[in-house]
């Protein structure tokens, strides 16, 4: 049985950095596409980052590019979003999704002073 668990985020003061994971089982994250999404509230969900099987290319919405890293530990099954100098418009709940159409439950993230 495929499933994502995640675990992290939380509230943070802007400027601040939390680490979201993902736990997948019932199959290897090492050979799927895996993604970090957002959604806030009244908007869409949208992609946040993205990493590819083998050999790892990341990918990242424009407005998170060098303070958001996706990254995976084969080891522990596990992929994580590293998200520094956060700004009140990274506010959301962000999902881990896994290419085979599985989603995680979904993690609050609130940037506030």
């Known amino acids: 049985q495929v499933q994502l668990v995640q675990s992290g985020g939380g509230l943070v003061q802007p400027g601040g950095s939390l680490r979201l994971s ?50 995976r530990d084969n080891a522990k099954n596990t992929v994580y979003l590293q998200m520094d100098s956060l700004k009140p418009e990274d506010t959301a709940v962000y999902y881990c999704h ?4 599985s989603w995680g439950q979904g993690t609050q993230v609130t940037v506030s002073s």
């Open 22 to 71: 993902c736990a997948a089982s019932g199959f290897t994250i090492s050979d799927a596409n895996m993604y970090w999404y957002r959604q806030a509230p009244g908007k869409e969900r949208k992609l946040v980052a993205a990493i590819t099987p083998y050999s790892g290319i990341t990918n990242y919405l424009d407005s998170v590019k060098g303070r958001f890293t996706i990254s």
């Open 98 to 101: 896994a290419g085979d159409g």
